[in-house]
């Protein structure tokens, strides 16, 4: 601590952020002090500008700057497949893979009983409003391969399949480049169950 | 890239701190997003608040929220000694110590022909106009033992010595709890040169 109060009062909002320790807070906010009043100016009309700017999709709940998000207002976009995944980095991931031409569907998180996040914190019920005419055929769960990604899959397939929608998974198994000797065991034992013929 | 503008142009700022690389900016944006307006309104009070009412200190120009820095400001310190250090977070470390008495001067960096930090850059005038009475008996030079905090310290040596005042600077050597064979090699040489005899 500085014993400059505004000083501290900065590093302990750097300190709030995901993955920010006290030195690093401490760090940073000395490094905003060395800035002029424009780049302050700046950075403070940043902040404001995206959290006044982007809000959700209405159909999808992506975070977008327009009416509906790139891939929802995409015509050539597949409706009849939704990749559901915990937030809007993961929809960048798959964007980046270039191959999936479904739409998405953004949970905003993943169930967490243990740091009291309930499936009502979710969009789950903007998901079922999706599912109530007939064009949605599959939903892929595309959560995470962690305890809380699992449980949020699970949680989502029970309450889907009884709706007569195929949901399904990814694959899980060695990752590519991945050497045998460096994999856990849950991914060997998975990679097994999931083994496929050779030219299927 | 998240193909949203203005969270793009939050990462880039938050990527402009030091040590916040892209991948770390952008999930500091993310979280900034789904911070409520009461807390971005904090955040970005806290920066203006900041820079606002820190100023440097008139006297040793470290950083302060006052007129003078608590230690300027303290009847009690010695001000025939001044310890030279880089920045405002030096002089937090050595009060840490408890056992300096004397008084600091900020420098605010370090000389760096690489980054183009000529030592017109530092407080040297402010440091030379604080010699000019006989106040002052030894200067301790407290730069890092980088390539920098060496040349710097040279420097301001060369500077302060010809008037005649003490300059010192810190012991090189093994660091409290280091063991013999983790200590680099120039570590060992400077510790061997400074060594001193028992009972001293």
């Known amino acids: 601590m500085s014993g400059i109060e505004s000083l501290n009062v900065l590093a302990e909002q750097f300190a709030r952020l995901p993955g920010i320790g006290r030195k690093t807070a401490q760090r940073l906010a000395y490094a ?6 424009e780049d302050i100016a700046a950075f403070t009309r940043a902040m404001t500008d995206a959290k006044e700017k982007i809000h959700r999709c209405p159909t999808c ?3 977008t700057d327009r009416s509906l998000c790139p891939v929802c207002a995409d015509a050539g976009r597949d409706r009849s497949v939704i990749c559901v995944v915990e937030d809007a980095r993961a929809v960048l991931a798959f964007e980046k893979v270039r191959s999936y031409r479904g739409v998405y569907h953004v949970l905003h998180g993943l169930i967490s009983p243990m740091s009291g996040i309930t ?3 979710l969009t789950l019920h903007e998901l079922l409003a999706r599912l109530e005419d007939d064009t949605v055929k599959e ?3 595309a959560t995470g391969a962690t305890t809380e990604g699992e449980a949020t899959a699970m949680y ?3 309450l889907l399949t009884p709706l007569g929608i195929k949901v399904t998974r990814l694959a899980h198994g060695i990752p590519f480049g991945g050497e045998l000797e460096y994999a856990d065991e849950i991914t060997l034992s998975r990679a097994l169950e999931g083994r496929r013929h050779f030219e299927e």
């Open 156 to 158: 989502i397939a029970r």
């Open 119 to 121: 499936p009502d914190a």
């Open 32 to 37: 905003v002090l060395a800035y002029s009043d």
């Open 139 to 141: 939903v892929i769960v």
């Open 61 to 63: 709940q992506n975070l």
